[in-house]
């Protein structure tokens, strides 16, 4: 089976670097490029951590680009309560011998996908982080983003929220850069899935797993023992979620989730919805009469279920090295 040609953006955290490490070391991912964007943690600590990853999974031949330290219009926040004070778990890692690309993000992400749609393979871009990278490609390469094959992105919710009690934290970090997204690729008909917090905490791996990792002895197996079991003793559990890891998964298992395509809005204005993904579920057409604001022209497939044991095993047996 041919690979799929992905590029994926981050915010290294825990589960980035969980979702690193499937798309670096599974044979049928095609990883081209990654670029970096600040979120989880500061930009310089996700940059660290994004190399770090892919020199465990032995990646040396995979650029990094250096995105957006900030939102577009907000000041920066971060996610280190949740992730760790480096924002990867806090392992002491040795800084990793990579180097980032010489180009900014923005610019590899044009390079990467202008050189894959012309060789009749476009890239599957997979946001795990905010989106002001995408938003700033929309905006400064237009033509570059419309050769984009298809979009998944890691945030947003029908049911649930964390960052606020509407918003989920990638889309709440930078709201304006996800509807700027969201709205180019409606204009340029690329087609979206959102993998949102109704599915995120799914897949799940348990505390001996977690040693059957450390066994392994691989650097990557050890570094994904590493993660886990930071959040196991961070959160008191017997198990975790792989979190957005699971958005990378779904290319290679695509019925372990099951999605529906429905209209998508970034709310951008509210006092306390400001960040939520507003997800139209009504399935009476006869509201639209009667509703100012008419559909959302972004139909999005929204996941809103998934087979999270099949997809845990699927990033285990990758990690072990054990997938084909």
Known sequence: MPSLPVVLDVDTGVDDACALLLAALHPRLDLRAVTCVGGNAPLADVVRNTLTVLEAAGRDDVPVGVGAARPLLEEPVDARH????????????????????????????????????????????????????????????????????????????VEISNATAAAEFNVFHDPEAAAIVLDACAGHGIPVTMYGLDVFSDPVVTDSEVEDLRRVGTPAARLAAGLVSFHHRRFASAGTTIGDAGAVAILLEPDAVRTERLP??????????????????????????????????????????????????LWLGTVRGEAS
Not at 281 to 303: F, K
């Open 264 to 313: 998508v809005r970034v709310e951008l204005t509210g006092t306390w919805t400001r960040g939520r993904t507003v997800v139209d579920r009504r399935d009476w057409g006869g509201h639209l009469d009667h509703d100012p604001h008419g559909l959302a022209p972004a139909l999005v497939h929204v996941a809103l279920g998934i087979d999270g044991p099949r997809i845990a095993a």
């Open 82 to 157: 949740v992730h760790g004070s480096d924002g990867m778990a806090d392992l002491g890692m040795p800084s990793p011998r990579l180097r980032a690309d010489p180009r900014p993000a923005v610019d590899l992400l044009r390079d990467t996908l202008e050189a894959a749609a012309s060789a009749g393979a476009p890239v599957t871009v997979v946001p795990l982080a905010p989106m002001t990278n995408l938003a700033l490609l929309a905006r400064v390469h237009p033509d570059a983003f419309a050769r984009i094959g298809r979009l998944v992105f890691m945030g947003g919710g």
